[in-house]
T-cell receptor, first 109, second 114 residues
Framework: GQNIDQPTEMTATEGAIVQINCTYQ??????LFWYQQHAGEAPTFLSY??LDGLEEKGRFSSFLSRSKGYSYLLLKELQMKDSASYLC??????????WGAGTKLIIKP | ETGVTQTPRHLVMGMTNKKSLKCEQH?????MYWYKQSAKKPLELMFV???????ENNSVPSRFSPECPNSSHLFLHLHTLQPEDSALYLC?????????????FGQGTRLTVV
């Protein structure tokens, strides 16, 4: 079956670095997406990886290892506004997104 | 503002009521989606429309009935719902289906069935 695993909740300190892991098993693979969702708001696109390696975009970076079925989202210089849920989604061979349950990130001062 | 607008933002309905959720996108996209988001569960894809034609229906109960009159508007008609249908219903759009392109989401309708 198809499955996405990510931690339910993480806590980090303002100014620090946090890594949110995601493992996936899907029928075929057309890339890995990360979305951010603040409470009561729309999920918004953060990153897309289809090749192995690290993609950096400002304070946020996303990594993919296709052989391991593994991705992570790295957030640097954490700010209070980064408190949100982070959703990992793998796109299968039919271009359908298979979603994880999301990781709630709590930032403390 | 993501370019996808959903109304209402909140809805409380009884199990015998009939209501409709509305989604409108101003991005010129050809694909629209309905998702169900329950607490601590993955997003569940309900329906996919491409150029106003339904292309995906993931075994959703018939008490949910979608309608896509044009590529900018999407409705979800609700009738005789159950309490377990209480959830956040998200609409999304993308330029087209069948490609690894990001989707743009609306803020959702928080539905409570009593």
């Amino acid at each position: 079956g198809q499955n996405i695993d990510q931690p339910t909740e993480m806590t980090a300190t303002e100014g620090a670095i946090v890594q949110i892991n995601c493992t996936y098993q899907t029928s075929g693979f057309n890339g890995l997406f990360w979305y951010q969702q603040h409470a009561g708001e729309a999920p918004t696109f953060l990153s897309y990886n289809v090749l192995d390696g690290l993609e950096e975009k400002g304070r946020f970076s996303s990594f993919l290892s296709r052989s391991k079925g593994y991705s992570y989202l790295l957030l640097k210089e954490l700010q209070m506004k980064d408190s949100a849920s982070y959703l990992c989604a793998s796109m299968d061979s039919n271009y359908q997104l298979i979603w994880g349950a999301g990781t709630k990130l709590i930032i403390k001062p | 503002e993501t370019g996808v607008t959903q109304t209402p933002r909140h809805l409380v309905m009884g199990m015998t009521n009939k209501k409709s959720l509305k989604c409108e996108q101003h991005l010129g996209h050809n694909a629209m989606y309905w998702y169900k988001q329950s607490a601590k569960k993955p997003l569940e894809l309900m329906f996919v429309y491409s150029l106003e034609e339904r292309v995906e229906n993931n075994s959703v109960p018939s008490r949910f009935s979608p309608e896509c009159p044009n590529s900018s508007h999407l409705f979800l008609h609700l009738h005789t719902l159950q309490p377990e249908d209480s959830a956040l219903y998200l609409c999304a759009s993308s330029p087209k289906t069948g490609q690894p392109i990001e989707a743009f989401f609306g803020q959702g309708t928080r539905l409570t069935v009593v």
